[in-house]
DNA sequence: ATTGCAATGTTATAACATAACATATATTAT
DNA sequence: ATAATATATGTTATGTTATAACATTGCAAT
């Protein structure tokens, strides 16, 4: 699979998702949460805290400070609708929320694009990793970066 | 397996690995680069640029400042002998340098301490994935956050 | 001696993130 | 409806992590 954006209809879908699901648990998506998850899935790329700020301050063509994006993606990420990418401090929009707890990475290095690979066998592997070392999991992180197909044939 | 520190043999014998290594392949291990190298790896726990920096005022009685230290961090997370865990910012020492360009990590929320888990099992079920998915993969970030044994008991 | 190169020193600043407290808005209880 | 409470946001300041840019040093090759 080569690593392409999403699509309208996805980002649509993937909106609408997530106020379904707040709706249904009785969480706030307040008018800057959405905002801001909006921005970070319409980014087809990771984005970065104070790209999305500026992108706020477009928006909403008032001063806003950092405290207000890092609070939303506080939230999203809690619930499970964005993910903080580690090894490039960035965050991405999750295209299955709820389906698990944590995704893994795949990020292209040269277009940035980057597509979650959530395979089952990979989390049972890291699971039985833990096991065998007596550890018990609370978040796993797994960033595999490099070059996609399209990049690696250019 | 219970993550206990290294004993002072092992951190003499890992201190020897690295000179051996730098010597046989003709790398600069300079005065600073080993005082790093030496600083993290006997702090039996991740640690961070700025408290490697106040150790290397202490040592050498003199001002240094941030860019000494991230230097020296880079030659040696770039030969191997240290690695860098994203999701803490901090530093650890490799234990068994050139075995492998990757290593992924157990980390204890509690106690602080590491682990190296580098399963060939789990490298290669990473590497699937990475080929199921055309890609190829420049480097890799897996670092596994929970407690250990000691501090799950607790 | 002069040049070239690798490493380090130094100053400044960029990039990323949070503390602390004030204000506003929404929910709930009375 | 009003007060009390909790939740969310605004605002200022600062803390933390990392690098850019340029000067200086030490050493080796010609
Ligand atoms: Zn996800
Ligand atoms: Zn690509
Ligand atoms: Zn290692
Ligand atoms: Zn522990």
Do not use: W
Not at 83 to 108: D, M, Q
Not at 137 to 146: A, C, F, Q
């Amino acid at each position: 699979m080569s690593m392409k954006s999403k699509s309208t209809s996805e980002l649509k879908a993937s909106i609408h998702r997530v106020e379904e699901i707040c709706k249904s648990n009785k969480l706030g998506l307040t008018e800057i949460r959405k905002q801001v998850f909006e921005i970070i899935v319409k980014n087809n790329k990771p984005i970065k805290a104070y790209e999305i700020l500026d992108k706020i301050r477009n928006i909403n063509n008032k001063p806003s400070h950092p405290p207000t994006v890092y609070r939303a993606i506080d939230f999203l990420i809690e619930n499970g609708f964005v993910h903080k990418l580690n090894s490039i401090n960035s965050f991405v929009g999750c295209f299955h929320p709820k389906a698990h707890k944590e995704c893994y990475f795949l990020i292209c290095k040269k277009c940035n694009i980057y597509q979650e690979c959530c395979d089952d066998s990979l989390k049972d592997r890291i699971s039985k990793t833990a096991i065998h070392n007596n550890f018990v999991i609370s978040n796993t992180t797994l960033e595999i970066e490099g070059h996609c197909l399209d990049c690696s044939q250019k």
